[in-house]
Nanobody, 122 residues
Framework: QVQLVESGGGLVQAGGSLRLSCAAS?????????MGWFRQVSGKKRDFVAS????????YYDDSVKGRFTISRDNAKNTVYLQMNSLKPEDTAVYYC??????????????WGQGTQVTVAS
């Protein structure tokens, strides 16, 4: 099992940047997990944003964030990051960190954080 705690959300003007962090803890090594970020607008389904493989060698992004967001991880710090640049009002959502040993992008991850609110003002 793994516990995930997100931080770094907040209010930012359009065109600005934020970096989200997700700290993991638990008995299973952090490096065993594929990590990802999802986001959800109230009343809508939770959408995939980005994911990164266990070693960090491969990353995947939703088309809506390609070129603006960057996912990375530091296995020594048990932390995954989401650098968000050129933010748009439509990026406003609650952002969730997710983990799974098998699949994040195309499945339903087993583990989730509590979410952090990102609000982009126009």
């Amino acid at each position: 099992q793994v516990q995930l705690v997100e931080s770094g959300g907040g209010l930012v003007q359009a065109g600005g940047s934020l970096r989200l962090s997700c700290a993991a803890s638990g008995r299973t090594a952090f490096s065993s997990y594929i990590m990802g970020w999802f986001r959800q607008v109230s009343g809508k389904k939770r959408d995939f944003v980005a994911s990164i493989t266990q070693s960090g060698a491969r990353t995947y992004y939703d088309d809506s964030v390609k070129g603006r967001f960057t996912i990375s991880r530091d296995n020594a710090k048990n932390t995954v990051y989401l650098q968000m640049n050129s933010l748009k009002p439509e990026d406003t959502a609650v952002y969730y960190c997710a983990a799974d040993v098998n699949q994040v992008r195309t499945g339903t991850p087993n583990y989730w954080g509590q979410g952090t609110q990102v609000t982009v003002a126009s």
